[in-house]
Structure formats: C-alpha cells, structure tokens
C-alpha cells in the first residue's frame, strides 16, 4: 500500500550567506531548497543577506532552521556556543579551501609588493577568505592596508571582488578559492583577466550550521537529509550543478 506523509504549512527557512552574487545564489540554491522540501515535508523559504552579519543575527536570535555560512563567520562572529555546525561541503575531494590573492592579469602585479600604491577590494569584515586572513597577511608582513593601498574597497561577496579584478576597478583582491575556481570554470573573463598572485593556507570549510532553538530530532534529520544527497540520482545531480561531491560530517576541532 502506498502511504502518504502529512505536508507541514509551517515553512523550514534557510539563509545563505552572500558569498557569491546575490542572483547566482538564489538561483543556485532553488533545486536544493526543493529537494530538502520534499525530503522534510515542508515548504522551504530561502533568506538571503547581504552581510554575514545579518545571518548571524537571524542564527543567534532563532529566526532560521538552517543557515550555510562562511568560516570567518562563525569564528569570528560570535556563533560558537549558540549554533551546531551539522554539515560542511566536500569539492574536489577535500573539506577545506583557501584564500587566494588575486591581480589583474593585464598588469605587471605578480606579487603583493606590486600592490602598492593600487586600488584593494575586500569582501567584507566578518569573511575568513576576504578580510580576516589577508589582514592577519598583511600584518605579519609589516603593511597597513590603509596606508600601502590607494583606496580599499568592500564588495560584500567573492564574485564582486573577483569582476572588480577583472574590469580592472581593483588591481587587487582576496577572495575565496571555491568561488574564484568556480568562476574560472566558467567564465573566460576571470581566466582573460585575473591571475592568483597568493595563495594562503588551507582552512575548514564554510559549515552548514543550525541555530540552537532547533531541536535535536530536526538536526538529525537535516543532516541525515545532507549526507545522504549524494546516494541517489536526484540528489547527486543537484549537488553536480553546485559543483559539490557531497557533504560531510565536520571536524569540530578544525574551527577553534
């Protein structure tokens, strides 16, 4: 006999944090965000902000079941004791990613030193891969951006940081790898325009986390849900157009 499963109204809300352009992303998260609402049961109503910030506010006040965020936010943003990092992405092979300096390639910039006195794009205060590691970068190395860069600017996600590289508005620019790889794929302006001049070491994956007021019984379910995507043939073409293997459990002890 065939059963049938109530279908909650009570929508499931998922945020994702602007780590690439807003309209890449909510078109890139549509066919996960079905897929989780058949496997839940329930509608699923994507969030998206602008800042990791405004994430971490709708985490730490409970206003979201489930959020992707950037490492840098979590660290750094006050998230360690009020979430629980449940998943994180597997891409290429690997649970971890780097940040990447780049230049544009129509330049003579092959290193930071050549960045002097040029125009620096950042991505936003609270990212590992575009603010935190570059400033530490930078520190370790005897420069202050304000001084040793032309002008700084914020572009509040990877995909910005990488365009202002390859229009030539920025000489220069920290981003992620996963997006910069990404890009490059498919994009012959990055591959045209921009070259990585900077490569830092590696670190964790951006986690998939859940707000502490999500119970214990739904946490379980979401990750079950998350691991499990790549075993069937929905699942594994959804997270092939994401450029994503799988997900993972996480190393915990990777992001103290």
Known sequence: KTQFRLYSKKPFT?????????VSH??????????LSLALHRPVELIQKRTYLSVNKLLINNRVDLAYICTGAYVYGN??????????????????YRAYIIAHKPSNIRSIGDLKNKVFA??????????EYPSYLFKETGINPKKYFKRIIFTYNHTDSIKAV????????????IVYNYEYGRHNAAKEHTRIIFKSPLFPMPPLVVPG??????????MHILLNMSKNSRGRMILENLNI????????SKYR
């Open 213 to 222: 007021g999500v119970g214990k019984k739904l946490r379980r379910k979401i």
């Open 166 to 177: 390859e229009t030539g508005m920025a000489s220069g620019a920290s981003v992620d790898s």
């Open 79 to 96: 998230l360690k004791n009020k979430v629980k990092i449940i998943a994180v992405p597997v891409i290429d092979g690997k649970v971890t």
């Open 245 to 252: 293997d799988g997900f993972a459990r996480p190393d915990k």
């Open 122 to 131: 950042f991505t936003e205060p609270l990212s590992n891969t575009g603010f």
């Open 26 to 35: 909510m078109s890139s998260y549509k066919s996960p965000s079905n897929y």
């Open 14 to 22: 998922f945020a994702i944090a602007s780590m690439m352009s807003p």
